[in-house]
């Protein structure tokens, strides 16, 4: 039940996803059934257009051959003759029966079925001047073979007229078809726009509801470090998640100052600077843990709008299905960038992440990429935080890449060695040279200018680095290799149990 009303009731993250993805996939299915129902209509329409005139062109064909091999028969007497003759007659019967089956417009209806009964007698007329032939009755056999191209004569006369009154008939049903088709196109148009302006506005929405708030508590948790505990608290109904967040909050500003409050004038001086120093030391780390929160929810707006921009023309040059597979990594980025930082994920939660950005770049740059994973699954179950792979890997698209007019290729290995898990990811970039390797082998990433701040996660190098060593007490977590012009391989080892 509480499941429930967080994804219909609660204003809360999950809901806003939630119904954004559902309105996505109900004009989407909207779109594909009306597109499905009117080209099958299309379809059967085009079908009944064309069926008449088939059938009587394979009829009038057959009745030539018909004619001329009773002829041959009639004059050789030809086994060979009889047994085209009986071939011919076979298909002549079931292209009649066919021609009655036809269904169309009362008119002619009428004139088809007039046609079968003509064929019909003009079919008993052949099998009599055979029979008149082999009796040696002579002037019955004249007479037949008259009223046999008789026959042939009438039904080649309707079978014209019928044809030009269904070119008349084809002609307007073609128009109409034509305007139908159009009608389909510019109805797919307004569904694909009306999905970019969804995941426009969602974007915008989305993003300004999650960062409004934690700017806020952000700039008080700085007002607080530096010891103005008197916040202002932030007005305005937001989403759950950060209504929680601002309560406890702002409980805990008003209880340190209360306690600070209660301290004055009870200890002396010195202690009163301690304990304002430790208090300084919890709202800092308070702000550090806010920044960072506000850093995974705030995407850049120029990586969104080259992504957004290169699912819109998906949607316009190909079908719906490469549209939603891009929409559907799209999403499993963003669900998966605004977690916890402060949480653990498993190293195949990352792998599945970096595959996921792959796929959206992959759209981008096309074959200019390549990226190729090889991973050892006995590895996958180690613990580590989330988001690191990916600045990693944005990193060397952005840096490695800059200057390269070549393909450029990024091999991720991930094996396990003894109680650590191992991950490599290597790229055939410009490297670096020996100074700048020295730098950040050292931990140092401000003594130089280096840029390592990704355009997704806005997380650097730096910032991978210090939550990995941070997690895991180890200052060996993270190694470079490279060479200049050649590659740059950054090596991560993390421990299995962690």
Do not use: W
């Not at 499905?36 to 059967?44: D, E, K």
């Not at 041959?72 to 009655?100: A, F, G, H, R, W």
């Not at 997704?456 to 012009?485: I, P």
């Amino acid at each position: 039940m509480e499941k429930f009303k967080q994804l219909f009731i609660y204003n809360t993250l999950k809901r806003k996803v939630f119904t954004f993805i559902i309105v996505v996939l109900t004009c989407f299915v909207t779109g594909f059934t009306f597109t499905f129902y009117m080209t099958s209509r299309i379809n059967n329409q085009i079908n009944d257009m064309f069926t008449t005139s088939i059938v009587l062109d394979k009829m009038m064909q057959q009745m030539t051959a018909f004619e001329t091999t009773l002829e041959d028969y009639l004059s050789t007497k030809s086994s060979d003759s009889l047994v085209n003759y009986l071939d011919i007659k076979e298909t002549l019967i079931t292209l009649n029966e066919q021609l009655d089956a036809v269904k169309s417009d009362n008119s002619t209806q009428l004139q088809l079925y007039d046609i079968h009964l003509i064929v019909e007698a003009y079919l008993k007329t052949a099998d009599a001047s055979i029979d008149y032939k082999r009796a040696r009755n002579t002037e019955r056999y004249l007479e037949t073979l008259a009223t046999l191209k008789d026959y042939s004569s009438y039904i080649n006369t309707k079978v014209t007229h019928l044809e030009t009154e269904e070119f008349q008939s084809n002609l307007e049903n073609y128009l109409a078809l034509t305007d139908k088709m159009k009608v389909i196109q510019l109805t797919l148009m307004i569904i694909v726009v009306l999905i970019i302006v969804l995941s426009f506005t969602f974007v915008y929405s989305f993003s300004t509801n999650v960062t409004q708030p934690i700017e806020e508590l952000s700039r008080r948790a700085d007002a607080i470090s530096r010891g103005q505990y008197n916040v202002k608290k932030i007005h305005g109904h937001h989403f759950q998640e950060a209504e929680v967040l601002k309560t406890a909050f702002y409980d805990m500003a008003h209880n340190i100052n209360q306690y600070i409050n209660e301290l004055e004038g009870k200890v002396e001086t010195e202690n009163k600077l301690r304990i304002s120093e430790t208090e300084k030391l919890k709202m800092q780390n308070l702000l550090r843990q806010a920044e960072i929160m506000a850093l995974q929810s705030q995407i850049n707006p120029h990586f969104l709008f080259n992504t957004l921009n290169a699912g819109m023309q998906l949607a316009y040059i190909e079908g719906a299905d490469r549209t939603a597979a891009f929409l559907d990594h799209l999403g499993k980025l963003f669900r998966y960038n605004i977690q916890r930082l402060d949480k653990l994920v498993t190293l195949g939660d990352e792998i599945d992440n970096a595959k996921n950005y792959y796929a959206l770049m992959k759209v981008r740059f096309g074959e200019s990429l390549h990226m190729q994973f090889e991973v050892d699954e006995q590895a996958c179950s180690a613990g580590m935080p989330p988001i690191i792979l990916q600045p990693i890997i944005e990193n060397a698209l952005i840096h490695g890449f800059e200057q390269k007019t070549t393909e450029g290729r990024i091999d991720i290995a991930v094996r396990r060695d003894g109680d650590f898990a191992v991950i490599t990811i290597e790229d055939n970039g410009e490297g670096m040279d020996a100074s700048t390797l020295a730098l950040l082998n050292s931990g140092d990433f401000h003594k130089k200018p280096i840029k390592t701040k990704g355009h997704t996660t806005g997380l650097g190098l730096e910032n991978v680095y210090e939550r990995l060593r941070q997690s895991f007490e180890l200052h060996d977590v993270m190694r470079f290799e490279s060479e200049k012009n050649c590659f740059t391989r950054v090596i991560i080892k993390i421990p299995m149990e962690a």
